[in-house]
């Protein structure tokens, strides 16, 4: 028993059998999974946008080239599959920091978006490079590029379980860290305070203005959901520069000379303070 050759110059997918086109919902496996995660992500990073109130260029760059090699990608165009496969692992590139801090902070409003996006473009990975890499032979003779029953059905249906379960716990993890950020920080001189990069918020760091002598050591307390750094702002002196600080963490710098020292966040430039350092 051998298969039907493909026709010559059958070049879109599922016309190797019998030269039929077959319906719309017979698509090989994989290109639902490519189409699902990249159109999963673009709207999660539109409706992440909404739901914050922001405008974010990148982002929204990123989601529309999502979406729309999402939905090419279903039509079997394999340049979409290309152009989807290669924003995804570009995105993760440039984003990485943020999504590694977001990923690992279950008390951050953006959790859920880094643990479903994460896993998504890891499929969009898995299954695009192996489509290209098979898209020749016709990625319909592979069992786990054309079918959910096989392996690949069961590496997205663990994925899709890890992101589930990961949203069940960070559920709960959230409602902890919240607790423990309302009572933590006491010894430290100064609060990022909750919810720090709104508009709304007067005073990010708090209190806004804080006086020590030289020789004497500050220490901040990241007391919101979100990443901050403390960050001196350019001129003379410039003295300190504090790594993303995700909640819970403190920075304490040693102030060794004299004078006002103006500070920032370096992701919200609008989140400010001052140290005045007495002699
Ligand atoms: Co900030």
Redesign the pocket.
């Known amino acids: 028993m051998t298969r039907n050759p493909r026709p010559p110059g059958a070049e879109e997918l599922g016309e190797a059998e019998l030269g039929v086109k077959p319906s719309f919902w017979k698509k090989p496996f994989a290109l639902w999974v490519v189409f699902g995660a990249l159109v999963y992500s673009a709207l999660a990073f539109l409706a992440l946008e909404a739901t914050f109130g922001f405008f974010d260029p990148a982002l929204t760059v990123f989601a529309l080239i999502f979406l729309v090699s999402g939905i090419l990608t279903l039509r079997g165009n394999r340049w979409a599959i290309l152009a989807g496969t290669a924003v995804s692992i570009l995105f993760i590139g440039s984003f990485a920091p943020i999504l590694a801090g977001t990923f690992v902070n279950p008390a951050n409003p953006a959790f859920w978006l880094a643990v479903s996006a994460i896993p998504a473009f890891g499929l969009v990975v898995v299954f695009g490079v192996l489509s290209l890499v098979h898209w020749k032979k016709g990625i319909e003779r592979k069992p786990y590029l054309a079918s959910p029953r096989s392996a690949g059905g069961l590496l997205t249906l663990a994925v899709v379980g890890f992101v589930i379960g990961g949203l069940v716990i960070g559920n709960f993890a959230a409602i902890s860290i919240n607790k423990l950020l309302l009572g933590g920080g006491a010894e430290a001189d100064i609060q990022i305070v909750r919810d720090?990069?709104l508009p709304g918020t007067a005073q990010?760091f708090s209190p806004a203005t804080f006086t020590v002598r030289v020789g004497d050591s500050v220490t901040w307390f990241n007391a919101d959901v979100?990443e901050?750094?403390v960050t001196s702002d350019a001129g003379t002196p410039v003295a300190f520069d504090s790594p993303l600080l995700n909640s819970g963490d403190t920075f304490s710098f040693t102030f060794t000379q004299a004078g006002t020292y103006a500070y920032h966040?370096a992701?919200?430039p609008t989140?400010t303070g001052t140290i005045i350092v007495n002699p």
């Open positions: 720090a990069a990010p979100m901050h750094t966040c992701p919200h989140m």
